[in-house]
């Protein structure tokens, strides 16, 4: 009895703080992995069926934050290289995928995340594909972990080659995978990089809706039917409601926090679900294939930064 109690009182409260300023997506993750590696995960919590719910939510509420004129005008502006850039990475990442003999879904995932915003691709595409819980949490374990990596990395390579404000900042955006590590890159690097960079990177989170339908259309087969996960429309539904109502631009930006918070409770419960048996059963391969998608992308989109962009 006691030892139950224990456990849920450790799993609560650290369930709580993720809703607080100390603890962000990449802590969240380890908190819930250290808790499950130590046995502080009550078994008799349905970790699956609440990660599902609480990521569409957190995809709808997301949805409010997004300024659709922005994004729109984001988007004509630079829309070659947002196209070119999200479907290179996907098509590079299913043939490296493929030839590394990773499994189809993690690729997808992994690739996906790194094409648009992070975690929150993941989660719009994975019901989209009927994943599985472990490439689910593989790919946002290692999408996390190179996200980390790159809000320190990225200020530092931008100096050391003299960068300028506009070519960080459409660098950030295009090669940085989640959109609180491009915010934190470009806003270390300086006030113009850091409007360039989030305006861009707005624009780039609107595909999201358009990979979610093609990713249902390459995993469908002939036993399942296209699946769609509903709360994309409600994600759509955010968007427009938002930008044609502003009268309540307060509610909408609480709404967008609190989403962005329960994001985060996510990835501590996706945390709760990684055991050692499960990371040594999938093995290196993830994050291999992760770092040299993700070093492919930053290389050859900061090549043409340089060369396009003053």
Not at 89 to 107: D, H, Q, S, W, Y
Not at 164 to 170: A, E, L, Y
């Amino acid at each position: 009895m006691i030892h139950y109690l224990r456990q849920y009182g450790v799993f609560t409260f650290a369930a709580l703080m993720c809703f607080t300023p100390w603890v962000n997506s990449p802590i969240a993750l380890t908190i819930g992995f250290l808790l499950v590696s130590f046995g502080f995960v009550p078994h008799t919590i349905p970790l699956t069926k609440i990660i599902k719910k609480l990521l569409a939510y957190s995809i709808v509420g997301l949805g409010f934050g997004i300024n659709i004129q922005q994004a729109v005008s984001a988007t004509q502006n630079g829309f070659g290289i947002i196209v070119t850039t999200i479907f290179s990475t996907l098509i590079i990442g299913t043939l490296l995928a493929k030839r590394m003999g990773l499994e189809r879904e993690t690729g997808h995932l992994i690739a996906s995340g790194t094409a648009i915003c992070g975690g929150s691709a993941i989660a719009a595409v994975a019901p989209a594909i009927n994943a599985k819980d472990q490439p689910v949490a593989m790919s946002l374990a290692v999408i996390y972990v190179l996200n980390s990596v790159a809000l320190f990395l990225f200020p530092v390579i931008g100096h050391a080659l003299g960068l300028s404000q506009s070519q960080f900042g459409t660098w950030a955006a295009i090669a940085i995978h989640d959109t609180s590590s491009v915010v934190g890159a470009a806003q270390a690097y300086g006030e113009q990089s850091l409007q360039i960079a989030t305006t861009l990177k707005l624009a780039r989170a609107l595909w999201i809706v358009p990979v979610a339908f093609i990713s249902a259309l390459l995993f469908k087969n002939d036993s399942k039917k296209i699946t769609i996960p509903f709360f994309i429309l409600f994600y759509i539904g955010a968007i427009v409601f938002s930008d044609q109502v502003p009268q309540f631009s307060a509610v909408y930006h609480a709404i967008y926090t609190f989403a962005k918070q329960t994001l985060v409770l996510c990835l501590f419960l996706i945390g709760c679900g990684i055991s050692i048996q499960k990371l040594k059963a999938t093995g290196p391969k993830p994050m291999i294939f992760g770092v040299i998608l993700w070093v492919v992308i930053s290389v050859s989109s900061l090549t043409w930064i340089l060369t396009h962009i003053q």
